[in-house]
C-alpha cells in the first residue's frame, strides 16, 4: 500500500506543472477576451473648418522629473540636446532686392546735376538676411513676412551647409507670416509643443542675427497673449527675454526640450540691439496661415464690417466697464444685416467676454467666413442677442483705400478734380522755369529726402 500511495504522489508531482501552466492559459485568455474593445472616435468635421493639406509635426509630451534640492546644488542644467535637435531645422535665409534707379531719373536736368556732382547713381543688389524653420521634410519653410515680402531672389542655407534657391508658397502681411518651399527633400521638420507655453518656461532662441551664423539665446517666457502693439493686424504674441537681433526674424523659439514654441518676429528696443523684450508668433497661429497658404495661396478671415472702440479704462479708475462699442456699421456688411447698430456696447461673443478691441479682432479673425456667431450687446440699457454671419476679411490695402476714399469725400466734394488742377499747377510752374531755377528746387527736394 505505501508503494501505490508514493506511486501516487510521483506522478501527481508530474502533471503538476502542466496543470498550472494551462490554469495560467486559461487566465490570460479570459483576460484578452474580456478586455473592452477600443472605441474609434469619430469627429464630425465642421462645416467652418478647412481640410487640412499639410499637418504639423507634433512632439510627444514630456514628463519632468521632480528634482529635490539635493540634485538642484549638484546638478548642472544643459540644453546641448534640446539645441542639438532644434538647430537641424532652422535655415538661414538670404533675400537679394534689385534696387532700380528713381522715376524722376531721367529728367535731363536731375541727370545734368547727378552728372555734374557724384555721377548718376547705378542698379544695385540689396541683399538682406534673416531666419526660418523646416516645418516638413518636403520642403516647406515658414519665416516672417517682411524677410521674403519684397525679395526678387531667395537663398536657404541650411545648418550642414547645403544651400537652395527658394520660392515664395504665401505671404500674410497681416499676421507677418510666409511660407517659402525648396526643392529638396529628407528635412529634419521642428515638431510643434502640444501644450500652450506657460510664464516662467525656458525659452530658446535660435537664429542668424547679424549674419554671424546660426547661435542660440536663452531666456524665460516673460508673458502670452501680447496684443495691442500696434505692429500686425493680428496680434498674439509670446514675449520672452531670450535675446533676439536684426537677423532672427523668421527663427525658431523652442522649449527645453527644443520644441517649436513660436516663430521670432520683432524685438522692442530704442537702440535697435536687444532690450530683453522681444516677440514670437505662437504655433497656434502658425499652423492656421501655413494651412491657409499651403492651400489657397492666402488666409481667409472672418469680418464683421464694423469700427469698434474700447470702453474707457482708465488705470485710475475702479469701476472701469467692459465691453467694445460700435462707432461704425459698414452699410450692407454682415453686422448691419445682422441688426448691429452704431452706439451698440458688445459684452460678448459666443458666451466669450470681450474687453478690448484687440481680443474682438483676434477672436473674429480665427473663424471662417459664413461662421455664425452669437452677440450679446448692451443697448439703451437693455441686454439683446443677435446672430451675425461673418463674411471675408478684405485686405488691408482694401480696407484702407475704402477709408480713405470716404474720408476724401467728406472733405473734398470732387477730390479727382482737384487733384488734377494741383498737378497741372505744378507741372506748368516748373516747365515755366529757367534751368538754374529748376536745378535748385531739385537740389532742395534731394537734400530734404535726405539724399
Not at 523646416?134 to 525679395?151: F, L, P, Q, W
Not at 495661396?297 to 467694445?324: A, C, F, M
Not at 469725400?409 to 529748376?438: L, V
Amino acid at each position: 500500500m505505501p508503494y501505490s500511495t508514493d506511486k501516487k504522489v510521483s506522478r501527481f508531482m508530474r502533471i503538476l506543472p502542466w496543470i498550472l501552466l494551462s490554469i495560467i492559459i486559461v487566465i490570460f485568455a479570459w483576460y484578452i477576451l474580456s478586455k473592452p474593445a477600443p472605441v474609434k472616435v469619430t469627429q464630425q468635421k465642421s462645416t467652418n473648418q478647412v481640410e487640412q493639406t499639410w499637418q504639423p509635426p507634433r512632439a510627444e509630451e514630456n514628463t519632468l522629473k521632480p528634482v529635490t534640492k539635493k540634485e538642484k546644488s549638484q546638478e548642472v542644467v544643459s540644453y546641448h540636446d534640446a539645441v542639438a535637435k532644434a538647430s537641424q531645422s532652422v535655415v538661414n535665409i538670404y533675400t537679394t532686392q534689385k534696387v532700380t534707379q528713381p522715376p524722376y531719373i531721367e529728367d535731363p536736368v536731375l541727370r545734368q546735376y547727378f552728372e555734374f556732382n557724384e555721377g548718376m547713381p547705378q542698379e544695385d543688389d540689396n541683399t538682406n538676411l534673416g531666419s526660418g524653420v523646416i516645418v516638413s521634410a518636403d520642403g516647406y519653410i515658414v519665416t516672417n513676412a517682411h524677410v521674403v515680402e519684397k525679395a526678387d531672389d531667395i537663398t536657404v542655407g541650411f545648418n550642414d551647409g547645403r544651400k537652395s534657391k527658394a520660392t515664395i508658397v504665401g505671404v500674410d502681411i497681416e499676421s507677418d507670416l510666409a511660407v517659402i518651399k525648396v526643392k529638396m527633400d529628407k528635412l529634419q521638420p521642428l515638431a510643434f509643443r502640444s501644450k500652450p507655453i506657460e510664464v516662467g518656461d525656458v525659452a530658446l532662441a535660435i537664429g542668424n542675427p547679424f549674419g554671424v551664423g546660426q547661435t542660440v539665446t536663452q531666456g524665460i517666457i516673460s508673458a502670452t497673449g501680447r496684443t495691442g502693439l500696434g505692429v500686425n493686424t493680428f496680434e498674439d504674441f509670446i514675449q520672452t527675454d531670450a535675446a533676439i537681433n536684426p537677423g532672427n526674424s523668421g527663427g525658431a523659439l523652442v522649449d527645453a526640450y527644443g520644441e517649436l514654441v513660436g516663430i521670432n518676429t520683432m524685438i522692442f528696443s530704442r537702440s535697435g540691439g536687444s532690450m530683453g523684450i522681444g516677440f514670437a508668433i505662437p504655433t497656434t497661429i502658425v499652423e492656421q496661415v501655413m494651412n491657409a497658404l499651403i492651400e489657397n495661396g492666402h488666409v481667409s478671415r472672418g469680418w464683421l464690417g464694423i469700427e469698434i472702440r474700447s470702453q474707457l479704462q482708465d488705470p485710475t479708475k475702479i469701476d472701469n466697464r467692459q465691453g467694445v462699442t460700435v462707432v461704425n456699421v459698414v452699410k450692407g456688411g454682415p453686422s448691419e444685416q445682422g441688426g448691429l447698430r452704431v452706439g451698440d456696447t458688445i459684452i460678448n461673443i459666443d458666451g466669450k467676454e470681450m474687453n478690448d478691441e484687440n481680443a474682438l479682432v483676434q477672436y473674429v479673425a480665427r473663424k471662417l467666413p459664413n461662421t455664425v456667431l452669437n452677440v450679446q450687446v448692451m443697448r439703451d440699457g437693455a441686454i439683446v442677442d443677435l446672430k451675425i454671419t461673418l463674411a471675408e476679411r478684405p485686405s488691408n490695402k482694401e480696407l484702407m483705400k475704402a477709408h480713405s476714399m470716404n474720408n476724401q469725400n467728406k472733405a473734398m466734394p470732387n477730390p479727382s478734380d482737384s487733384m488734377k488742377n494741383n498737378q497741372a499747377n505744378i507741372e506748368d510752374e516748373f516747365a515755366n522755369m529757367s534751368e538754374d531755377e529748376r536745378l535748385e528746387v531739385l537740389r532742395q527736394l534731394l537734400e530734404r529726402e535726405g539724399n
